[in-house]
């Protein structure tokens, strides 16, 4: 009977579709005693499994619910394999990057406080707001009171699973879609991120959706920041250390450019950091993947590994193989 601990914080009907052959064991960081397990289903709050794993013994697979896996090497070490989520997030977080792309060139944040302030000539402010994030002098009329998705440039940094995902719900935008992965590759056209400092200039909107590595982190700097076109959109969908906080800062309080963030970095962001007041800036705490779909589609993914896991078969989201 193999072991498989699981997230006590989940109701059990969630687990229903699991293949027999296994026993299911709740694992709790509120537990005061040990409990030996073949392999565990982290809780996807990583401060809550990180507090659990000490009263965890005989891991030998862990199956994250999650894309995302940076902390879970440091926590189990090199002699356990270790499997992400791997496309189980790809509609939700593909759904908030389209939203918050829209909502920016929408100008929704300026609309929420006209109506919040009950006065509706306050509308005439987007034309201003207009004006100042894409420096256009000329005057326009009638005033410009929102932007269009369709036909811009687009920038995708990340080219996996979700990438592909938002191109696919960019689609009906008619959007000239540049992509950048690791390394370049054709059908479609791929551009390696050793390009990126002479593709940045090219782009209107440019999502990030890449994996955080050692590579990746500090991937938009001070540099790359002003190598974006006066009014461009920043939108990172990925991890908070892929872009210089520091940096982007400076950059958007300069009003050269605009932002809409999931992530950051420090995560979760402190009461009072500079970012919290700048401008032309969307920002969510990290909620992009958390919808009603989240749990079910993340423990269908792990049902699936498990499956192949006791017949011997090859995993399909392995991030770290044991040593």
Known sequence: MLRVGYPATLPAELFRDFPEGIELIPVSDKM???VEID???PDPYSTK????WPRLHGVKLVLAMMAGTEWIPGTVGP???ICNAHGAHNISTAEWTLSAILTMLKYFPLYLDSQRSGIWRRRIEASTHYAKITGEVLAVYPPVLAEELT???MLLVGYGA?????ER????FAVEMIRVARSARTGPEVHAVSELDRLLPRAEVVVLILP???????LIGRRQLGLLRQGALLVNAARGPIVDTDALVEALNSRRIRAALDVTDPEPLPDGHPLWSCPNLLLTPHIGGSTPQFAPRSLRTVADELRRYMKGEPLHNVVQEAV
């Open 49 to 52: 499994a990180i507090r659990a």
């Open 169 to 172: 719900m960019l689609a009906p």
């Open 151 to 153: 036909g811009k440039t």
């Open 212 to 218: 955080s590595t050692a590579e990746s982190r500090g």
């Open 79 to 81: 002699h356990v394999t």
């Open 162 to 166: 979700i990438g592909k995902e938002i």
């Open 32 to 34: 005061d005693h040990d």
């Open 39 to 41: 392999v565990w289903i």
